[in-house]
T-cell receptor
Framework: NAGVTQTPKFQVLKTGQSMTLQCAQD?????MSWYRQDPGMGLRLIHY???????DQGEVPNGYNVSRSTTEDFPLRLLSAAPSQTSVYFC????????????FGEGSRLTVL | GENVEQHPSTLSVQEGDSAVIKCTYS??????FPWYKQELGKGPQLIID?????GEKKDQRIAVTLNKTAKHFSLHITETQPEDSAVYFC????????FGTGTRLKVLA
């Protein structure tokens, strides 16, 4: 099993550019989520989804869009990148039957110049 | 909203000693409390979790204790080894997980 796969692992953008961080899982998990990790801030929830066609906002959703057209994929879109979005992004998935273990990807390091 | 405070932010211990990391939370309705370990360049990985119907859970050298009255839970690592060196995060929540700010544990050989 590949688990949770994130691409790309590294990306450099200029302010105002757009891009999509990809996340795919092969565990048939209903729940998927995106976090950003900044020094001293821990992991902060951006958006999450409890199933195909269903998404909701987390703590820090501004500047990010998501969609969930399949169970396997949960892409994160930055429409107009800003330096404040420089961070390490993690995708995580889980069974949706109540709270339980999150399975994280390896992360995507994004730098916005 | 829910808030989780984690202390200390850094912790250095001698190999073989114990390490304790503590988290406090604000939402009295919280009922799930996991701990994650993050090694350098990797995503966090669950090491132990506890639900609110128990006060303590052990898994070999790792234990978690929960005090619902005081709204805090702690991670205990005994007989620390160099491979325990990592960043540890506490968390709580259901769909909207809230994480602590992390503790960098360094085990000195």
């Amino acid at each position: 099993n590949a688990g949770v796969t994130q691409t790309p692992k590294f990306q450099v953008l200029k302010t105002g550019q757009s891009m999509t961080l990809q996340c795919a899982q092969d565990m048939n998990h209903e729940y998927m989520s995106w976090y950003r990790q900044d020094p001293g801030m821990g992991l902060r929830l951006i958006h999450y989804s409890v199933g195909a066609g269903i998404t909701d906002q987390g703590e820090v959703p501004n500047g990010y869009n998501v969609s969930r057209s399949t169970t396997e994929d949960f892409p994160l879109r930055l429409l107009s990148a800003a330096p404040s979005q420089t961070s390490v992004y993690f995708c995580a998935s889980s069974w949706t039957e109540g709270p339980g273990e999150l399975f994280f990807g390896e992360g995507s390091r994004l730098t916005v110049l | 909203g829910e808030n989780v405070e984690q202390h200390p932010s850094t912790l250095s211990v001698q190999e073989g000693d114990s390490a304790v990391i503590k988290c406090t939370y604000s939402d009295s309705a919280s009922n799930y409390f996991p701990w994650y370990k993050q090694e350098l360049g990797k995503g966090p990985q669950l090491i132990i979790d506890i639900r609110s119907n128990v006060g303590e859970k052990k898994d070999q050298r790792i234990a978690v204790t929960l005090n619902k009255t005081a709204k805090h839970f702690s991670l205990h690592i005994t007989e620390t080894q160099p491979e325990d060196s990592a960043v540890y995060f506490c968390a709580t929540g259901t769909y909207k997980y809230i994480f602590g700010t992390g503790t960098r544990l360094k085990v000195l050989a």
